[in-house]
């Protein structure tokens, strides 16, 4: 176990020259360890979102972000939930630095997210005709890696900078499962 920390922290330092053959546009695809903290708050927080709104007593405000039923929509709210959840832990450890809040990243990664779950899912179901549990958990876990990529690839793009456009973006991402929730 010493050893493959070390080799993992060794692959995170982007001072390793081995490491130049990963990066795609000059971001590193390899995980730094904020990347997999967020990664296992994002699938924490989301397997535990999955079952709020049963354990509130089906309360309607907890519907408008958590998943109601076993819609492949519903389950849109996993990544919601944990992504708003990263967003409130993003804030206040950059208002200590002093940084933008990474609105516009974040939301990127919630879009792709989504957009690989629906897309991944429906190819998988109409190859096996069926859905299988254990492949459903691991499609969300692996669309949480490729969220915070995402997030790590916007943010080094400097898209954060633009504050208006992040919260019109979150606006409407939130006003679209709050409209479209079937309770």
């Known amino acids: 176990l010493a050893l493959f920390s070390r080799f993992l922290v060794l692959m995170s330092n982007d001072n390793y020259p081995g ?21 296992v708050v994002l699938c924490v927080v989301g397997t535990l ?28 709210k996993l990544g919601l939930g944990a992504t708003l959840m990263l967003l409130v832990v993003d804030g206040i450890r950059l208002h200590r630095l002093g940084d933008r809040l990474p609105l516009v990243s974040r939301a990127a990664g919630l879009i792709v997210m989504n957009t690989f779950i629906i ?7 109409w190859i096996l005709s069926t859905n299988i549990l254990a ?30 456009v992040g919260i019109l973006l979150w606006v409407a991402i939130l006003s679209l499962y709050a409209i479209v929730t079937p309770i």
């Open 135 to 164: 492949l459903d958990i691991f499609l969300y876990y692996t669309a949480c890696y490729v969220a915070v990529m995402v997030h790590r690839y916007a943010s080094d793009r400097g898209c954060n900078s633009h504050r208006v």
């Open 49 to 76: 979102w999955h079952f709020l709104f049963g354990v509130t007593g089906n309360t309607y405000l907890f519907g408008l972000v958590a998943p109601v039923n076993e819609s492949l929509w519903e389950h849109g």
């Open 19 to 39: 490491n130049r053959r990963w990066r795609v546009h000059g971001t590193s695809v390899l995980p730094h360890k904020r990347d997999v903290l967020d990664v």
């Open 119 to 125: 897309v991944i899912f429906l190819i998988y179901t």
